[in-house]
């Protein structure tokens, strides 16, 4: 098994960082637009969920929002075979070793 992560940076220009129709923080809209998509979906192929969340500002210039994304998946790859999904171990060779 391994643990995948997905980190998304939502950088937004603090000058104009207001949104003017709903009144709210840009950094902020677009990152409860990205927990509302990904938060608990299998957009990656496994069900992914936020364990990170984190508002900050960078150069006094700019308004940021880190979000991070944890799925625990298989380290093995998927080969197809007659429409049927099979989990292929990985095998070390001769020369990986």
Request: with cysteine; charged share 25%; net charge negative.
């Amino acid at each position: 098994m391994k643990l995948l992560q997905i980190t998304f940076y939502v950088l937004c220009e603090e000058k104009n960082n207001i949104e003017k129709r709903t009144g709210i923080a840009r950094h902020d809209l677009i990152g409860a637009l990205i927990l509302d998509i990904f938060n608990w979906s299998n957009v990656f192929g496994g069900q992914i969920h936020c364990i990170s969340d984190v508002p900050s500002v960078t150069d006094n210039d700019y308004a940021t929002r880190t979000i991070i994304f944890e799925q625990l998946t298989d380290n093995n790859l998927a080969k197809t075979r007659d429409g049927v999904a099979r989990i292929i171990p990985r095998t070390i060779n001769a020369t990986e070793s």
